[in-house]
């Protein structure tokens, strides 16, 4: 079984920038899928991003498209969300899941395996 662990998160302040990794364990992560989802207190889970097992796709929120940026490392076993010019608003516990597909989707019920999250404080 398929197991994701995400790291990178922390404290960082407006402006800045970070990379969040999800890295698989237990099987091989070409083989899925992975989206990026976040969840700010007292609100509802938010899609991120997508990207295909391939990298074909690809598939951005448009709140963050274009300071966000999805890819994935498959020789790393390893997923990335590169995110740039942090916003406090950005501030959420950050969430890898992933399908054995073709396809992406921004729905978190279509994805899964799940990590258990990273949490990304922004301060103004």
């Known amino acids: 079984q398929v197991q994701l662990v995400e790291s990178g998160g922390g404290s960082v302040r407006a402006g800045d920038s970070l990379t969040l990794s999800c890295t698989a364990s237990g099987g091989l992560l070409e083989f899925y899928s992975i989206g990026w989802f976040r969840q700010a207190p007292g609100k509802e889970r938010e899609f991120v991003a997508a990207?295909?097992?391939?990298?074909?796709?690809?598939n951005y929120s448009t709140s963050m498209e274009g300071r966000f940026t999805v890819s994935r490392d498959n020789a790393k076993n390893t997923g990335y969300l590169q995110m740039n010019d942090l916003k406090s608003t950005d501030t959420a516990v950050y969430s890898c899941?992933?399908?054995?597909?073709?396809?992406?989707?921004?729905?978190?019920?279509?994805?899964?395996?799940w990590g258990q999250g990273t949490q990304v404080t922004v301060s103004s």
């Open positions: 899941a992933a399908r054995s597909n073709i396809y992406i989707s921004d729905e978190a019920e279509w994805y899964n395996l």
């Open positions: 990207l295909s097992y391939d990298g074909s796709l690809t």
